[in-house]
Every structure is written in C-alpha cells, then in structure tokens.
C-alpha cells in the first residue's frame, strides 16, 4: 500500500544519502547548498541541503577525505525528533572507487542496523526499484483507525479492528483501559470510544503490557488525554524520557496538547478491586520477549489479557511454555483467553493450539 510522504522522504534519505557515493554526490549537485562548514576533532563537517531539499550533516575525516558518517534528522512516533546516523568504516577499492565494507546506523542513541558488504560492486544491473504504478496511484493512508467493540464479560469489553488490541474496564466509579497502543491514531481513536461506551464514568487509567513500541506506542497520546500511566517498574526511566521527548518534525498530541506525565509502577502484582470487580495484574516472570511483560487476570470471569506471548491467529511456540508456567505460578483459572494480538479464545481452543505446536499442557516444575 502507498505510504505516507515522510515515509518516502524517509526511504529516500535512508537508501539514496546514507552511502558515501549518493551523499558526495548530492553534495556536488550545483543545486545544493553547503553551510556552516566546521572542524570537529579529526572531522571536516559540513550541513547540505540537496537539490531536492532534504537537509544532512557530512562528516569527512581531515586525513584521508573519506566520509566518515552522514546524518539526518527523521520522526518517530515513540521518540520524536531522532537524528538518524550512519558510519562508513573498512574502505576498499572498487573499480578505482573507495567504497565502505562497513555501514552502521543508529537511530537517536539506539542502533538499528550493521550492515557488513559481501561485494561492492560498480555500476551493476539495478532492477527496477520504481514503485508500481497501481501504488504509487492508490490513495494516501487513512489518519484513521477502527475500533471495533465486543462484551467479553460484564463491563469488560475488547476493543479490536486493527493489528493491537485494547481492554476497557469498568469499575464502580471509573473505567481503566489496557492497552494504548502502535501510534497517536490508534491510541486516540481507542481512548475516544471507550469513552463513548461508557460516558458516564470517567477513562482515568491505562495499564501498558510491555515497553516494545508497537506497544507503547499510544502512552504520549494516552497522557495528553489525562490518563494516568501503569506499567511495570522496568518501564519507569523509559517512560519518563519518551514522554519529555520532542516532537517537532510532527507535531504529536502530546506536543500539541501538553500533560504532565503521571505514572504508576507494579512490581511482582497488583490488584485493582472495588465491589464489583477485581483486577489482578500480574508480572510475568521469565519472559524470553520482554523482561517488563505483566499480564492482567479477572478471577470473576476467569479472563487472562496478555500481549505476544500467545496470539491466537500466529502462535509462537517459543513463548507459550513460559507463559503455561506463569498461569501455573499464579494459580489462576482461565476460561477465555483475550489476547492484545488476534481474536478471543476459549481455553479449549488454546489447548487444541498447544497440541498441535506440540507444546506441553503443563511444567513440571
Ligand atoms: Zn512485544
């Protein structure tokens, strides 16, 4: 499907500039303009606007007049403004051209990629990289998602309709959700009807499952619309930094609409409990996925909410023996299984699934 223009930009940016040859190059373009050229250390580095306005810092050792880094500013919806870098290391000559055996990028602080070459070759058949016709035709993404609502016990809805999966709880006097995940889009149209479900009592809370971003995506959103923040402690600092973060390449909601971020930890469990309902959240011990994985358990309905560690439509087999060991280690009963990924289960059906995986119903220890 067509992508959003910063997606493009990003590529772009990404494959054209983030190699020696594509960003000398451009950098040699009459069209481009050079600025605020500087010493730093062993490096010459110089900011260049292209021809075709994308903006990048170039980094050149003094010495050898290699380029050494290219960086670019880009946005991403848990961090913000990142600054995207990628090094050029292990030189070698091709075809009278010195070309880097080495590429790693980090994005912000954090690295996402090292790419060793296996063979720099000049002047190759490329395949057609251009984008098909019927993509480049088909409309631009839609800014927004659908939230489907299905009762799976009293007060106790599942709101799905796109890849993650939110939980709406109702309390006597309030209404907790778990999950705000994947982006502002997501989060906000979630948060906007579970409000809408249940209008007379205030959304004050959002348990969050686990820190990976696909996850955690929502929780800026979830702040700028007053809620308050529950994760497991592990969570905490990373939290903190990605609610201070900028946001000025995109304008989130939170940037848009400032919240002070308030935050509430669990460590081993929890309980959220008033007359008519108890909620117990568990930290799930063990996990190969996610160290501040907690799951959420409702002993009245014998419901079990949990991410990734068992997705009905694409279980991993990796992940359910530890997810078996912390339902023995908890001594909770489910019946129904109503997963942040895929559709509700009933437990038979989650045992039909551990049969075919051939994964054992029980641990021994
Ligand atoms: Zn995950």
Known sequence: ARQPELVAKDRRVEFLLHHPVGIVRAALDPAAKLSNPRKSGTLDVVDV??????????????????PVSV??????????????????????????????????????????????????????????LAAPAEVKSGPAPSPTAMVTVEEVGKGIWFLAGG???SVLVEFADHMELIEAPQNDTRAL???????????????????V???????????????????????????????EDLAQRKHSVVQDALAKNPKPLQIETVGNEAVVKDAGRTMQIYHVDGSNHAESMVMVYFPAERLLVQADLYKPANPNAARL???????????????RHVPLHGPVTSQAQFTKVLETLKVPAATSN
């Open 49 to 66: 606007t292209t021809a075709q306005g994308d903006t990048l810092t170039l980094a050149v050792d003094s010495t050898t007049h290699l």
């Open 71 to 128: 960086t670019s500013m880009s946005y991403n919806a848990n961090l913000g403004d990142v600054a995207i870098e990628t090094a050029f290391a292990n030189y070698q000559d091709v075809d009278g051209l010195k070309l880097p055996g080495r590429l790693t990028t980090k994005t912000d602080k954090y690295p996402t990629a090292d790419i060793t070459v296996a063979k720099n070759t000049v002047n190759a058949e490329a395949a057609d």
């Open 163 to 165: 890849s993650h999966n």
């Open 189 to 207: 149209a979630v948060i906007a009807k579970a409000r809408e479900l249940k209008s007379d009592k205030p959304l004050t809370k959002v348990l």
């Open 209 to 239: 499952s686990h820190h990976h971003f696909d996850h955690s995506g929502g929780i800026r959103a979830a702040i700028s619309e007053g809620l308050t923040l529950v994760t497991h402690e592990t969570n905490k600092t990373l939290f």
């Open 321 to 335: 023996p530890n997810l078996i060991e912390n339902i023995q280690k908890r001594k909770v009963r489910v019946d």
